[in-house]
């Protein structure tokens, strides 16, 4: 199944011709890309289902994302060609070895050296980067990030990571592998029992903890779901804009453990902002959570100085983030302070 559509269609803009940038953003259950200006607009998306397996499968995933890339440029032709191409994924990249680690349930690309394999495809300039690096460039060039020197970007989604900005730049750390935040241990019961943030609040793991909850209370709207076979993270929000009570907890506690990992980040760094990404209809429920349980265990000082929002682009950002990377001429090394000596 795909999806595609052309912003400009319900617009009075013209359409772009000349290059354009691709941008592609690697989820856990489909691929999307958009064609972007280089002034960061996005001209056209498509989003495609992963082909179905029963066992991931490293080299099935990498066909397909080369032959889906060659699709969409090859729609666009000569008239808009393609300059560069950005890939963002749901896990951490080696800016040495352009490896990608920790990708959540998905076949494990580590071993393929797809970077060399796309290089070769199309020979043109590529950059490889994390959905939360791709989100949160995107918001420094045309979200409520701009000219904010010191802020987080927090994207929750298949994975759960971080794009971090530091005096204006965007922080890669030794290896490029800063931003792992899913990978930070909280407490989540004060029990004792420590476990990666990400194994609480990624999307699969919502889901799973809601349907543990089912278990002890079945008056939720999500146990008719439940029993016609699943729900998903999405039906979750759904049920809590609606007024599902058990809904609306989930959302809530999701947001207490993500404040468990944000409240020492924001003491240690005193941040100007966090912006909360993912799903964008979520957000209004994990925000207040989040600035509540910060409030509760951070620093006073370093959480009054910190604004906690929701991010202001949508679901694309990785995107147009991803293809603003790459574009011809940015100089990664001046534009976001990396030091690869």
């Known amino acids: 199944m795909s999806l595609k559509y052309s912003p400009n269609e319900s617009s009075n803009d013209p359409v772009q011709t000349g290059p354009v940038l691709l941008g592609v953003d690697l989820s856990r259950h489909h691929i999307r890309l958009g064609a972007v ?3 960061g607009k996005l001209l056209t998306f498509r989003r495609e289902l992963y082909p179905e397996s029963n066992e991931p499968d490293p080299r099935r995933l990498a066909d397909f994302i080369i032959s889906t ?14 300059t560069s191409i950005g890939v963002a994924f749901p896990g951490m990249v080696n800016q040495h ?3 990608v680690h920790l990708l959540p349930k998905s076949a494990d690309l580590g071993g393929l050296d797809i970077y060399s394999e796309i290089e070769s495809a199309f020979r043109l300039p590529l950059r490889f980067d994390t959905n939360a690096n791709a989100a949160a460039y995107a918001e420094m060039r045309s979200g409520m990030a701009h000219g904010v020197s010191n802020w987080l970007y927090l994207h929750i989604g298949a994975n759960v990571g971080a794009g971090l900005v530091l005096g204006g730049k965007l922080q890669r750390g030794k290896s490029g592998l800063a931003g792992a935040i899913g990978q930070m241990l909280i407490d989540p019961e004060r029990i004792g029992e420590n476990v990666t943030l990400e194994s609480m609040v990624s999307a699969d793991n919502i889901v799973r903890r809601t349907r543990d909850r089912l278990k002890r209370d079945n008056t939720s709207s999500l146990s008719r779901l439940g029993a016609m076979g699943g729900f998903s993270y999405d039906d979750i929000i759904s049920a809590a804009h609606l ?6 907890m989930m959302m809530q506690r999701t947001g207490t453990f993500i404040s468990m990992a944000l409240a020492g980040v924001i003491s240690l760094l005193d941040l100007e902002m966090i912006a909360v990404g993912g799903a964008p209809a979520g957000r209004p429920f994990l925000v207040p959570a989040i600035a509540e349980g910060v409030r509760q265990l951070a620093f006073a000082q370093a959480y009054e100085d910190c604004r906690i929002v929701e991010a202001e682009m949508g679901a694309e950002a990785a995107v147009i983030g991803a293809a603003l990377l790459a574009a011809p001429g940015t100089d990664p090394i ?6 690869l000596s």
């Open 334 to 339: 001046h534009a976001f302070g990396w030091d």
């Open 243 to 248: 007024g599902d009570d058990l809904a609306k």
């Open 69 to 82: 890339i060659r699709q969409m440029i090859d729609e666009h032709g000569a008239s808009s060609p393609v």
């Open 97 to 99: 070895t352009r490896q």
């Open 37 to 39: 200006s280089s002034g």
